[in-house]
């Protein structure tokens, strides 16, 4: 009934040869990722009350009454899969080839293609249904396409040499086949087929005359099996489609009908590039037709003529768009139905199956999903506050695809002034320069100040900005939003030492070796996970009984301090430059550090922009060393500002300001593990205590890692026994200020960490 045209593009050479056995059309994409749980349905075979999962990396091979096949990434590697309609539940085929039929009957084979799988199974996948074993090796035959539960079309080599076409029917285990009448010699050398419609199938073949081969497409009726009807298109035709009424076919940029009775033909012409091709179906005397894309696009960053997947009426000329896209081929369902997979802004990405409605029109309706969106979603900014104009760190922001073109506009808010200018994403080839995976783009300010007057005279204050995201593809609406962030110059990065925008931390092991852990925030776990392998910083760092990291002394990538057995404490240095941390020679800052047993730092507790650091003495006197700015000289004279009493913690750690107070705070553990918040004044001391928590004493560590899910407000991680870690984000009310701890694997793998900061 239904087909489709050849697409023109790109993949893999061996999924292309499956499929274009299989389908006899062209290639869907294979986009990675997992489907969602299915809906739930009803159990009755073949009712359904809600769409099932959809695989994401699913080819779509066919669809029946109950269920459907695909060719999906499975487990390591593609497999054909059986998924019912009324429940979801999935069986996966041990076969290496597959094809369908339009029903629930599935050809299976273990050749490398179904051409080559000389013995195959017709299985009909209907609860109840059998299976009908073919061997076709007596009969010298190979697979064309399988017409029922115990027949199929094949190519039967004759003792000449000659090649014909017959109807091969398996009876009691016996085969008999009956020779196709009528077919042009030569034609069953280059044959394909559609599945059978009301007792008929379509072929699409090519003869050689001369140096041309023109296409032919020849109706044969199974029953006597004999062509009824040849034509010869005056284009170079693609696999075709047909029903009662009509032929159609592609070519291109052009798709054809032609009325079977009169012979009358339409052709509608679209503008499509190289890169474009034409799906074309029919259902009754309606035409279908779209151009193929994936929701994803070809990821070129070129824009697409889009053709949404559309009905048009060969009577009156009517035409209904049915879904926003359609990727690869139409296949054939029971019962005067057809199957896509496309997507619609309603219902996503997924399978449709288009039917005629009350009053004749083909509508399509969702039957199984993938769960991933056909408008475009915005997923939030990835902004440090306040954001450092002089770092390399770029502006973020996500999206939920990255085939688009953003209109980007900053402004700043006081002056007025402005940048603006189209990002076109993609991540092909070179890819593009604002484009950073996972969805998110963005921009730095070295680029802003290199393409405009604002980026140069930069001031620091508030910015607002907008976008807009145009789909390259033509898929969905555009995305229009907006936000604000705070900008300044020399900001200290708490915790991110190669300064890429995301925070690090330090870890040493057993053996006395020290670790870079590179971080990223997963939206989805909403947790932090690691951003690339452990950096091996070196051996030897067993000599210090103390590690912190301080943030950026002098603004700029987090600086550390490491305080050896002698009490000596010495400064590391280090520079980043938005991909990789370097970490200069030590430098001695002075000894007696042995009198403290807390040190901590990292947060501005005085409000000046730069990062101090604290510690609490034998004594159990807190004293504040005022950061300076300076590499050559980073703390000021130190200066008590707590007076006994902070001797009952035994872990005291700077988060910067968590409590939405005027500026650092801290938080400190008790010896019966109660967590107390005390809240900065802005000068470098503190409120009254307030009690936040309990249970904290079964950490090792507590480190304030800064602003890693971009939220603008300082988050928490803690690190404790058998390698368990979890990230506190910062709520920023003094009164609750962590929420829902999440673990995280950032360092639960080897080595056994025995110091984190």
Not at 189 to 214: F, I, K, N
Not at 226 to 252: E, I, M, N, Y
Not at 267 to 285: A, C, K, P, Y
Not at 542 to 570: P, Q
């Amino acid at each position: 009934m239904i087909s489709a045209s050849t697409p023109r593009r790109g993949v893999s050479a061996a999924i292309t040869t499956v499929l274009a056995i299989t389908l006899g059309a062209g290639v869907l994409s294979s986009p990675a990722g997992a489907a969602p749980l299915p809906a739930a349905v009803t159990a009755e075979a073949g009712t359904q009350t809600a769409p099932v999962a959809f695989p994401d990396s699913g080819y779509l091979l066919g669809g029946g009454k109950t269920g459907f096949l695909t060719y999906a990434y499975v487990d390591g590697g593609y497999r054909y899969q059986w998924t019912r309609f009324a429940d979801g539940a999935v069986t996966t085929l041990d076969a290496s080839a597959a094809d369908s039929t339009g029903t629930d009957v599935i050809m299976t084979g273990k050749g490398r293609s179904p051409d080559r799988s000389l013995v195959l199974q017709l299985r009909d996948m209907a609860p109840g249904g059998g299976t009908v074993t073919m061997d076709l090796r007596p009969l010298n035959a190979t697979y064309v396409r399988a017409v029922s539960k115990d027949t199929i079309l094949a190519k039967v080599t004759k003792a000449d040499g000659s090649v014909g076409l017959s109807l091969v029917t398996s009876a009691g285990g016996t085969l008999t086949q009956r020779p196709v009448e009528g077919l042009a010699a030569g034609a069953a050398e280059h044959l394909g087929s559609t599945p059978a419609l009301d007792g008929s199938v379509l072929l699409s073949y090519s003869l050689r005359e001369g140096t041309s081969w023109p296409r032919e497409l020849a109706v044969v009726d199974l029953a006597t099996a004999k062509v009824v009807t040849v034509h010869r298109p005056a284009s170079s035709a693609t696999q075709g489609a047909f029903s009662a009424t009509h032929l159609a076919w592609a070519d291109w940029g052009k798709v054809y009908s032609r009325n079977r009775a009169t012979g009358a033909e339409t052709v509608t012409s679209f503008r499509l590039t190289e890169e474009e091709s034409m799906v074309v179906g029919l259902l009754d005397s309606w035409q279908l037709y779209g151009t193929w894309t994936s929701l994803e696009g070809n990821g070129t960053g070129n824009t697409s003529t889009h053709v949404p997947f559309t009905a048009k009426s060969l009577t009156s000329g009517r035409t209904v768009t049915l879904l926003e896209y359609v990727s690869g081929s139409v296949v054939p369902g029971p019962d005067n139905t057809a199957y896509v997979r496309g997507g619609s802004v309603e219902h996503g990405d997924g399978l449709y199956r288009i039917s005629l409605g009350a009053n004749g029109t083909p509508v399509a309706e969702a039957v199984a999903v993938t769960g991933k969106p056909v408008a475009l979603q915005y997923l939030g900014a990835q902004i440090p506050q306040p954001f450092d104009m002089s770092s390399p760190v770029p502006l973020k922001w996500k999206l939920s695809r990255e085939n688009v073109n953003v209109d980007l506009r900053i402004t700043h808010r006081a002056t007025g002034k402005a940048f603006s200018k189209t990002l076109n994403l993609h991540s092909e080839s070179a890819g593009s320069e604002y484009y950073y995976g996972g969805g998110v783009f963005g921009i730095t300010w070295p680029k802003i100040a290199a393409e405009s007057q604002m980026g140069r005279d930069a001031a620091a204050g508030t910015y607002d900005w907008s976008f807009t995201a145009h789909p390259q593809n033509g898929v969905g609406p555009d995305l229009e939003v907006s936000g604000s962030f705070t900008a300044a110059k020399s900001v200290s990065s708490p915790h991110d030492l190669d300064w890429d925008g995301v925070p690090d931390l330090l870890a040493r092991d057993t053996a006395g070796v020290l670790w870079q852990l590179d971080s990223r925030y997963d939206d989805a776990k909403k947790t932090l996970v690691g951003n690339y392998s452990p950096v091996k910083i070196g051996p030897g760092w067993g000599t210090y009984d103390r590690i912190e990291t301080i943030g950026g002394v002098g603004g700029g990538a987090a600086d550390f301090v490491a305080r050896d057995k002698s009490g000596v404490l010495w400064l590391y240095d280090v520079t980043g430059n938005g991909y990789a941390a370097k970490i200069a020679a030590r430098k001695q800052i002075g000894g007696g550090w042995n009198t403290y047993t807390q040190l901590t730092g990292g947060a501005d507790l005085t409000g000046d922009g730069h990062p101090d650091l604290v510690g609490v003495d034998k004594a159990g006197a807190l004293w504040l060393y005022k950061g300076t700015g300076k590499v050559t000289a980073p703390f000021a004279a130190r200066k008590k500002i707590g007076t006994g009493g902070w001797g009952i913690y035994n872990q005291i750690t700077a988060t910067g300001d968590i409590g939405g107070a005027a500026a650092g705070d801290l938080i400190a553990r008790d010896k019966d593990g109660v967590l107390w918040l005390y809240l900065g004044k802005g000068d470098g001391t503190f409120v009254a205590r307030k009690q936040i928590g309990g249970g904290w004493g079964a950490y090792t560590d507590t480190v304030g890692i800064g602003d890693a899910n971009h939220d603008g407000r300082p988050d928490l991680l803690a690190y404790g026994p058998n390698k368990t870690a979890y990230f506190y984000p910062g709520t920023g009310d003094y009164r609750k200020p962590f929420g829902t701890r999440a673990a995280t694997p950032l360092l639960t793998g080897l080595p056994t960490y025995n110091h984190v900061s």
